[in-house]
């Protein structure tokens, strides 16, 4: 296993973000590695869901976790009970990670040798809807608690990610959750929009979702 | 029943945003206004406490209530149900109010006569923390589905406020959220952190809140 790194990353020098993440997608194609933005509102179950993908894909694909957060390493620290290369990436109280940012993260893990990296995003559903991290893909949680209404509510999010995981379904009984008014909220959106209801604790509608992973993997492979 | 204004409101020009929030602290204080910045992640249930809040106040306080947010109205045409005034801030993307976004929600509203305006700022655990809106005081909420360690993982947030709502109680039993460490992370952050757990779906714990509340503006009102 592994032992938690911490990397202090500062505020990007580059002017353009666009451009930078460009270039950070060039790289990783040449490295065969795949990078996975993954956002979501604190307490959506980023850190658990992660968790059951990586035992879900380990066995067939060399996986790295970069954390961003504020503070502390406590995803971190979880991560690596997993057995797969994991960093911690501290903000400095900045509320999202940009292309640079990512970058300065890829260099500490070292992408070599890695299908795929995740970059667990800052908990939020504003700021890092957008900035482009060069991520090849951008997925995104919205838990049952955190209700039906969010496409309405944090329109950006949902029109720049290519998937769309509900977690905790285990407790639709207990909330006002309407999971067909959110697929049409969010298809409104996004009409791409790969929808997957999981529960991350209890691992229902989980292969789905790393099946589609696992197929982008791949396809990035070429 | 009012209907619904929504205000584009517009970044701010000022440079020393503090110094803009004691200004807009003193005018209020003068029209013994009191501004309650209230602030939470997406979907822990700002509105719902809000209408309880309303609900137990509106027939002692003159209430009105400012609804910030990225895009639509939804929050705003709900808070107009009860009969309150209400008006919609359209934050055009930002993530957060400073303190010349408010005032430019306040102009609108006119606090004249009202003894309590609540500002629900853009969901977000991280941005809003860092600008001081010219409230009176701070409040969150942190709802049980979000988990206990969010303290430790948002500290700003846990340290710029006065009172911290736990809601959503009543799903205790179908969540790993342990009350006794979500306090003591907190007060780690902010000793003197107001503590309240709440139900805002079936209102249980609402009136503990509620009466720190109206405490805190007869004492500002002198």
Same mark, same amino acid.
């Given at each position: 296993?592994?032992?938690?790194?911490?990397?202090?990353?500062?505020?990007?020098?580059?002017?353009?973000?666009? &451009?930078?993440?460009?270039?950070?997608?060039?790289?990783?194609?040449?490295?065969?590695?795949?990078?996975?933005?993954?956002?979501?509102?604190?307490?959506?179950?980023?850190?658990?869901?992660?968790?059951?993908?990586?035992?879900?894909?380990?066995? %067939?694909?060399?996986?790295?976790?970069?954390?961003?957060?504020?503070?502390?390493? !406590?995803?971190?620290?979880?991560?690596?009970?997993?057995?797969? &290369?994991?960093?911690?990436?501290?903000?400095?109280?900045?509320?999202?990670?940009?292309?640079?940012?990512?970058?300065?993260?890829?260099?500490?893990?070292?992408? %070599?040798?890695?299908?795929?990296?995740?970059?667990?995003?800052?908990? /939020?559903?504003?700021?890092?809807?957008?900035?482009?991290?060069?991520?090849?893909?951008?997925?995104?949680?919205?838990?049952? @608690? %955190?209700?039906?209404?969010?496409?309405?509510?944090? @329109?950006?999010?949902?029109?720049?990610?290519?998937?769309?995981?509900?977690?905790?379904?285990?407790?639709? @009984?207990?909330?006002?959750?309407?999971?067909? $008014? !959110?697929?049409?909220?969010?298809?409104?959106? /996004?009409?791409?929009?790969?929808?997957? @209801?999981?529960?991350?604790?209890?691992?229902?509608?989980?292969? $789905?979702?790393?099946?589609?992973? $696992? /197929?982008? !993997? &791949?396809?990035?492979?070429?």
């Amino acid at each position: 296993m592994d032992t938690v790194r911490i990397i202090e990353i500062k505020e990007s020098v580059f002017a353009d973000n666009d &451009r930078e993440a460009d270039r950070v997608r060039q790289e990783l194609k040449g490295k065969k590695t795949f990078l996975l933005n993954l956002m979501s509102s604190p307490g959506s179950g980023k850190t658990t869901t992660l968790m059951r993908t990586i035992e879900a894909l380990k066995d %067939e694909l060399a996986i790295g976790v970069m954390e961003a957060d504020i503070d502390s390493a !406590v995803d971190a620290e979880k991560i690596a009970t997993t057995g797969v &290369r994991s960093i911690q990436l501290h903000t400095g109280g900045m509320c999202h990670l940009d292309a640079g940012m990512t970058e300065q993260g890829l260099r500490e893990i070292g992408p %070599e040798d890695l299908d795929l990296v995740v970059l667990e995003n800052v908990g /939020n559903l504003v700021c890092p809807a957008e900035f482009d991290t060069g991520a090849v893909k951008n997925a995104m949680i919205l838990s049952v @608690p %955190e209700g039906h209404d969010k496409p309405l509510k944090y @329109p950006l999010i949902f029109t720049v990610c290519d998937a769309l995981i509900i977690n905790k379904i285990d407790v639709l @009984p207990y909330f006002d959750f309407d999971m067909d $008014k !959110v697929v049409e909220y969010a298809h409104m959106r /996004n009409p791409k929009l790969e929808i997957f @209801p999981i529960c991350a604790k209890t691992g229902e509608g989980v292969d $789905k979702w790393t099946d589609w992973l $696992k /197929n982008q !993997v &791949r396809a990035w492979q070429g």
